[in-house]
């Protein structure tokens, strides 16, 4: 029924309006032309993959067997990826690409069961374990001779993983850790692939050795039989039942009766138990959460890549849908042409690239301080962790968010599976609670930002807070800039991380334990955190653009995206910034009528903007946002393959409908 070469005119005219050259600003985006042409040959090598292909959509499938698919399919992409990586196309951008929102989420919508595997067991393995450890358990591991996942979270505790119940207590007389689960609170909950597919685990566990805890400690544990796949004896594993979202990545439960695993089964990198029960202490206890830091920094380029994603379905939907009327006798306009509409989806663009230089910055960041982590420096971590941590949380509320918009911007047609914007809400919405839940990590960067701001003579060893020197009763007059949205931001951030610990102080004044102050101001400092992000991601948005070298014509959109998102955000919290800057009513009027502007520059090239991105047609997986825009055919095309329209009269009717017609008649 889809008319092949057919587009749609409106998206030919789009495309005619563009005023940069957008395969100019897809090489940007790819890190170069040679990036973009080997992210084209991987995608071409996944998709066009006929094994790869499914029969039926996924919607129309079982739970059990969504599981089974998800399976066939990962094991298929990972010999993939090693033969990828056995010709030596590509290193980490493969697993990068086939993991993250990109390519991954194409072919395995609703997420892939040996996920776990790659992004926490082997990462895990890699930074917790000794060499010893890492040349025994590496490459089976890589070869995938053994699929591990890494299980941390219990039933009765996630964020607070000092509280975890599992134990692993020392026998000296054995050289062997005996693992158990005293409790049903203290059985795992959640682990990617823990219910039916991984054979091994990283486990969490509180060390016991000699009579004494030593607090949670990672494991290398068998939880099944290496040929029949069977449960060990003592192991009680299962997978935790249907989700919001996620249905296919096979998150389980795992509970120990007394199991034993040899003594050098503990990843001892960091801490070690020694033959006789000795404890060696680690240089810092928190090198023990390496790899949720790691997650935590890949999240917000996923959460970028999620976004992109559904803006670009929604910019192209809207560009093909016609309603309603602006003028009287006018013909029915593109919805993009209603103002609302451009509110809605493009400051979500801009969103995009920020998160995007956001995302490479943090990257880059975490490369060196890791290496530095491998030297034994640590005075970074605490900074890492900080802007990790927040970036981590705002990236997904707001990708979550944006999501949604982008789903509502399509009417009725994005409440539809088939224009995928319910499930990538599903997978991005997920993002929020796992690897920290966001308040929790907020106030992680909070109590960051609170030390901080106590020694705040002493910031020279810090990138991230400098401006928390600055003097708090600097006024800088309004104009309309992106500079001066940066130090509205700045201000408010730091008169908000002033304000909480003025009040935690003056609690603490009052007789209040320093915790249940802290607890009694955490709104203010979750709000405090939020701003220091917020500012954070415009200003690194401000210096990535100024040091492009790119045509002038790419230029001036980019600083067009980048001026929507300053004034887009500075609008979002008019409230702080007449609380804290010296913006006038006006202002915000000359902010306001700046916006407008920006949504009308853009206008013209949001179509060729979100072609920039250059996602596949299969990668988007949309009825709605088709580079043909050919979108009423293929809702026709989706809605054929329903079950229910294999036949004229289901059977129901004879059973049911048909009875109870005739017992009203
Ligand atoms: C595809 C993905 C699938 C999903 C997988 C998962 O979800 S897996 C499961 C994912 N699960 C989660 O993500 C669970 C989320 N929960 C947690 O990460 C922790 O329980 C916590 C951070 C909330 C508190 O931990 P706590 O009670 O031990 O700590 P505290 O508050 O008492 O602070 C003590 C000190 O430690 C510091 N510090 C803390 N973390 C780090 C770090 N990573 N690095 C460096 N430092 C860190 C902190 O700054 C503070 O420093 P200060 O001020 O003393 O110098
Ligand atoms: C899709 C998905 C996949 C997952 N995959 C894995 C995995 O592979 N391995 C694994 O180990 N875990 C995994 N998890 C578990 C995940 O890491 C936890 O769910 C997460 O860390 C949140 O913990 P929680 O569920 O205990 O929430 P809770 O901590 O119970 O949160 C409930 C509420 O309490 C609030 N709260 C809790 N503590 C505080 C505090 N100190 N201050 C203020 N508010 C607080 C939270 O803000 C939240 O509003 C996964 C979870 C999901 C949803």
């Known amino acids: 029924m889809i008319k092949k070469n057919s587009i749609n005119p409106d998206l030919v005219e789009e495309r005619k309006k563009c005023t940069f050259n957008t395969l100019e600003l897809t090489h940007l985006l790819d890190g170069g032309a040679k990036k973009t042409e080997e992210r084209k040959s991987r995608e071409t090598f996944f998709l066009e993959d006929p094994q790869l292909q499914s029969k039926v959509p996924l919607e129309y499938l079982s739970h059990k067997e969504k599981y ?10 990972f010999g993939k990826v090693q033969e990828l990586q056995n010709q030596g196309r590509g290193g980490m951008d493969n697993f990068r690409e086939i993991l993250g929102g990109q ?70 007389s054995k050289e062997e850790f005996v693992l158990h689960s005293p409790t049903l ?25 000699k009579g004494k805890c030593y607090g949670i400690h990672p494991f290398i544990v068998q ?49 070690q138990v020694l033959s006789d029960g000795s404890y060696v202490k680690s240089p810092s206890s928190k090198l023990t959460y390496g790899t949720m830091i790691f997650v935590r920094v890949v999240i917000v380029q996923d ?60 990257w880059d960041v975490y490369n060196n301080v890791t290496s530095e982590l491998e030297a034994g420096q640590l005075e970074s971590l605490p900074e890492l962790h900080a802007v990790a941590c927040c970036l981590k949380a705002v990236s997904s509320a707001d990708a979550a968010q944006g999501v949604e918009i982008c789903r509502l911007a399509c009417g009725g047609h994005g409440y539809m599976t088939s224009s995928n914007l319910p499930s990538t809400y599903g997978l991005v919405t997920a993002m929020c609670t796992y690897e920290g839940e966001n308040t929790v990590l907020l106030l992680q960067t909070a109590r960051f930002l609170v030390k901080v701001w106590q020694n705040r003579n002493n910031l020279e060893k810090f990138t991230t807070v400098k401006y928390l020197g600055n003097d708090l009763n600097r006024d800088r007059p309004f104009q309309r800039s992106v500079e001066w ?40 400092l979750v709000a405090a955190a ?3 992000c917020r500012s954070f991601i415009v200003e690194t948005f401000y210096n990535t653009i100024n040091e492009l070298k790119v045509s002038k014509e790419l230029k001036v959109v980019l600083v067009q995206l980048l001026n929507l998102y300053g004034v887009y955000t500075a609008l979002r919290l008019t409230g702080d910034l007449l609380r804290f800057t010296s913006i006038t009513g006006k202002d915000i009027e000359t902010l306001q009528a700046w916006l407008e502007e920006l949504l009308a520059l853009i206008r013209p090239n949001a179509v060729g903007l979100v072609d920039s991105f250059d996602i596949r047609d299969e990668v988007l997986g949309s009825t709605l946002g088709a580079y043909d825009g050919n979108v009423y055919e293929r809702l026709f095309e989706e809605a054929s393959k329903s079950p229910l329209n294999a036949e004229p009269v289901n059977k129901s009717f004879k059973l049911y409908l048909k009875p109870f017609l005739k017992a009203n008649l």
Not at 228 to 245: A, D, F, V
Request: proline share 4%.
């Open 68 to 77: 089974e698919e998800a399976v066939r399919k990962a094991c298929i992409i």
């Open 103 to 172: 390519l991954g989420s194409a072919i395995l919508k609703d997420g892939n069961p040996l996920t776990l595997h790659y992004v926490m067991f082997i990462p895990t393995l890699m930074g917790q374990g000794t060499m010893e450890q890492q040349a025994e358990w590496i490459q089976k591991a890589w070869n995938c001779d053994i699929i591990g996942t890494y299980a941390q979270t219990e039933l009765g505790h996630g964020t607070f993983i000092r509280g975890l119940e599992t134990t692993a207590t020392y026998d000296p």
């Open 185 to 209: 609170t203290s059985y795992k909950w959640w682990p990617g692939g823990l219910g039916h597919s991984a054979n091994y685990a990283v486990v969490l566990a509180q060390l016991y050795t």
């Open 223 to 271: 939880l099944r039989d290496e040929e029949t796949h069977q449960p060990l004896p003592g192991i009680k594993i299962g997978e935790i039942g249907c989700k919001l979202g996620m249905n296919s990545t096979n998150n389980g439960y795992l509970g120990f009766d007394q199991v034993r695993i040899p003594r050098t089964n503990m990843l001892m990198k960091n801490s």
């Open 303 to 362: 959460a970028a890549h999620y976004l992109r994603k559904a803006v670009t379905i929604a910019t192209r939907y809207s560009a093909v849908r016609h309603q309603s009327q602006i003028k009287p006798d006018a013909p029915e306009p593109q919805i993009i042409d209603f103002v609302t509409q451009q509110y809605k989806l493009f400051p979500q663009i801009a969103t995009y690239f920020a998160f995007q230089y956001s995302a490479t910055w943090l």
């Open 485 to 524: 949205i940066i130090y509205a931001l700045q201000q408010t951030a730091a008169r908000k991380i002033e304000l909480a610990n003025r009040h935690i102080n003056e609690r603490v004044q009052k007789g209040k334990a320093y915790e249940d102050a802290w607890n009694e101001s955490s709104i203010e």
């Open 530 to 532: 939020e701003a220091h």
